[in-house]
Nanobody, 124 residues
Framework: QLQLVESGGGLVQPGGSLRLSCAASELTDDYYVIAWFRQAPGKDREGIGCISRAHTTNYGDSVNGRFTVSRDNANKTVYLQMSSLKPEDTAVYYC??????????????????WGQGTQVTVSS
């Protein structure tokens, strides 16, 4: 059973940066796509970005180039680097995984494994 653990959330001022980590400790091989999602109170969950085993990335429309997903296969960790943060980025951020043999990734697939989430609050 793949387990995902997010970390790095917290309080940041508008315009600031934050890096989230997603540790996949039980990952036995690289044939997984890892993605980041977020959910703000009262809003639907939205996809931020995903990364394949080949390090190909794909992003949702909401982040407009401000966020970057990266992956360290050796350390079984995926990162979400967030910059130019805005109050509307406040949400619980989740990483998710799905077994995937392709070289690309998509956010519009059913992800089977989810972390517990980490809170990001952007406020002055």
């Amino acid at each position: 059973q793949l387990q995902l653990v997010e970390s790095g959330g917290g309080l940041v001022q508008p315009g600031g940066s934050l890096r989230l980590s997603c540790a996949a400790s039980e990952l036995t091989d690289d044939y997984y796509v890892i993605a980041w999602f977020r959910q703000a109170p009262g809003k639907d969950r939205e996809g931020i970005g995903c990364i394949s085993r080949a390090h190909t990335t794909n992003y949702g429309d909401s982040v407009n180039g401000r966020f970057t997903v990266s992956r360290d296969n050796a350390n079984k960790t995926v990162y979400l680097q967030m910059s130019s943060l805005k109050p509307e980025d406040t949400a619980v951020y989740y990483c998710a995984a799905v077994r995937w043999f392709g070289l690309s990734c998509t956010l519009v697939v059913d992800y089977d494994y989810w972390g517990q989430g980490t809170q990001v609050t952007v406020s002055s």
